[in-house]
């Protein structure tokens, strides 16, 4: 199966932006891998901030973002606050109704 | 309310099986595709499997292929998962979730140890 990517970690100061990547090993990413992106702490089910690329589930603040930039899949956090410090995961929509997730991203919100 | 409510995980020995099942509300359940999603004890995501909505395709990671099957009945709204030849890796809790809209139920733990 395909490897997806992500930055094993990353840190923003608050109140900063801070963009994290999905991609894929040996391709690009395109709005037809359907992104989603989760949010989770510890303990916790993830919760859904974005899918279809770019559409912010409900209730989700608008300063949490998806897009595609140049050959990945990205999420900007726009004002980051320290309850944003979490696990992200990207997954993957590939061919033959296969779903693909990343390794996760650590968000240190310092 | 819309709500994913998992149940049916447990200790279970190596090479037993295991049935989860997810009860879903809230929503018209036969006009979504489902998927199990699972997380070994400090790891990542792992999707397992998914259904489309009358049941007619599904899909399996390689990891689960051959040993788990996935179902649905939408005349009771609900989504199963049949665990055979269970493996101390596949040790984890197990989310179904609705990809499309971003619903997740809160889990269920499977251990597969002796």
């Known amino acids: 199966q395909p490897v997806v990517t992500q930055e094993p970690s990353f840190s923003v100061s608050p109140g900063g932006t801070v963009t994290l990547t999905c991609g894929l090993i040996?391709?690009?990413?395109?709005?037809?891998?359907?992104t989603s992106w989760y949010q989770q702490t510890p303990g916790q089910a993830p919760r859904t901030l974005i899918y279809?690329?770019?559409i912010r589930s409900s209730g989700v603040p608008a300063r949490f973002s998806g897009s595609i930039l140049g050959n990945k899949a990205a999420l900007t956090i726009t004002g980051a606050q320290a309850d944003d410090e979490s696990d992200y995961h990207c997954?993957?929509?590939?061919?033959?109704?296969?779903?693909?997730f990343g390794g996760g991203t650590r968000l240190t919100v310092l | 309310e819309v709500q994913l409510v998992e149940s049916g995980g447990g200790l279970v020995q190596p090479g037993g099986s295991l049935r989860l099942s997810c009860a879903v509300s809230g929503f018209t359940f036969n006009t979504y595709w489902m998927t199990w999603v699972r997380q070994a004890p400090g790891k990542g995501l792992e999707w397992v499997a998914n259904?489309?909505?009358?049941?007619?395709?599904?899909y399996y990671a390689d990891s689960v292929k051959g040993r788990f099957t996935i179902s649905r009945d939408n005349a009771k709204n609900s989504l199963y998962l049949q665990m055979n030849s269970l493996r101390a890796e596949d040790t984890s809790v197990y989310y179904c979730a609705r990809f499309r809209g971003g619903l997740w139920g809160q889990g269920t733990l499977v251990i597969v140890s002796s």
């Open positions: 279809d690329t770019n």
């Open positions: 040996s391709d690009s990413v395109s709005t037809n891998h359907y």
């Open positions: 997954v993957l929509r590939m061919g033959g109704g296969i779903w693909v």
């Open positions: 259904i489309n909505e009358d049941g007619s395709e599904n």
